[in-house]
């Protein structure tokens, strides 16, 4: 090894979905929406002029922060915005966890969380989630340095109540509380109802999912006043421009047609709910997701074999090699075609 090879930083990197391209394929692995995003949103990005390009974007993001705190009716002050959620929830764990006692999160999570925490030196302790994959509030009530865990859960599509939400948090009262609601507009309450009770909640959404811009990359957290200045003195410490300008100009566009949203998530919701049925009917148990996918097994054939049939046939959906996990496959709720395509091929498969 050269000597300066001894000073490289080495990390296990989360690995993303695959983005594979072409015309035929059906893409049912990254729970991308399969709905364009607005209107408005279209409309705005063919009358943008690149000569705005040539300066730096607002730090603040104050477009897209004045149009959340139009939405939500919540002060602009109790907003933050940036890269996806991803970027919000790196930030966050960077500005909260660090006291040196563990964080908690499910073991069945999101398994972005153990590689930030590995990447900011955090301990962390997984919390098993119980033999039908449910997350057990009492299972947090422990002496910890922080929480987090997505609600509805990920890759499960599981969801608290927001009376079991909320008995995490009265019980984590001295620690930040993370609910990562990247999936919540597909089914669910949002605990952004609980964020003027308590001051350590943090809520975290993104435009990935139900606003159909996974591309454009924005996130946000919703909490108290000083949980968001101190994510800001964060930020600012580490890059003051996050969101691109177009981002920031879509972005805003995005939020403010509520009709389009709620057509084109409950349009997602009736085709998730169809797709349960029509798969237990090929011999898949489901467990009951309030997500944009579904999180599947097969009575006779191995996960993992379906997932390589369907991959032949252009389909590609989620595997994960994990010990818990590796007889499911996760799938993306697509379009009511490319989710007949995938019946269609399954029925003849699996015969
Ligand atoms: N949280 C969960 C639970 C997710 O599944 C994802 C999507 N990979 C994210 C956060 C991050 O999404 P994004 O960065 O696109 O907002």
């Known amino acids: 090894m050269r000597p300066w090879e001894k000073a490289i930083r080495s990390v296990v990197p989360y690995v993303p979905g695959e983005q594979p391209s072409g015309d035929r394929i059906i893409k049912l692995n990254t729970n991308e929406n399969p709905y364009p995003p607005a209107p408005g949103v279209q409309k705005a990005l063919r009358e943008m002029d690149g000569e705005q390009f040539r300066k730096y974007p607002d730090p603040a993001a104050n477009v897209l922060v004045d149009a959340l705190s139009d939405y939500y009716q919540l002060q602009k002050n109790r907003i933050f915005v940036g890269v996806g959620s991803d970027d919000v929830l790196a930030m966050a764990f960077l500005t909260f966890f660090n006291s040196g006692k563990p964080i908690l999160f499910p073991d069945v999570t999101y398994s972005f969380y153990p590689v930030w925490a590995e990447l900011f030196g955090i301990p ?3 919390v098993p989630v119980d033999g039908d994959f449910h997350i057990r ?14 609600n509805p859960n990920a890759p499960t599509g599981i969801c608290l109540g927001l009376d079991q939400v909320e008995e995490i948090i009265k019980a984590n009262e001295d620690v930040v509380v993370i609910v990562d609601e990247a999936y919540i507009d597909f089914g669910g309450e949002s605990a952004r109802s609980l964020i003027d ?3 350590n909640l943090l809520v975290v959404q993104t435009f990935s999912k139900s606003r159909s811009m996974a591309g454009m990359r924005i996130g946000y957290a919703m909490g108290s006043e000083t949980l ?5 003195n964060v930020k600012y410490s580490y890059n003051s421009y996050t969101l691109n300008q177009p981002s920031l100009i879509l972005g805003a566009e995005a939020v403010k047609d509520r009709e389009y949203f709620e057509r084109t998530t409950a349009a997602v919701v009736h085709t998730r709910e169809k797709a349960k049925l029509r798969l237990r009917e090929l011999g898949f148990t489901c467990t009951d997701s309030s997500t944009n996918f579904v999180f599947i097994t097969h009575e006779k054939v191995p996960a993992q074999e379906i997932f390589e ?3 032949k046939e252009q389909i590609y959906v ?32 699996l015969k």
Do not use: H, Q
């Open 137 to 150: 509030p009492r299972d947090y009530r422990k002496d910890n340095g922080g929480v987090i865990f997505p």
């Open 124 to 126: 962390y302790e997984a």
């Open 197 to 199: 009770c308590y001051d």
């Open 318 to 349: 989620r595997y994960f090699a994990a010990p818990r996990l590796k007889n499911y496959l996760r799938v993306t709720i697509g379009t009511d075609e490319d989710m007949e395509a995938m019946y269609r091929f399954l029925e003849s498969y």
């Open 309 to 311: 049939a369907l991959r």
């Open 228 to 232: 968001i200045r101190s994510l800001s």
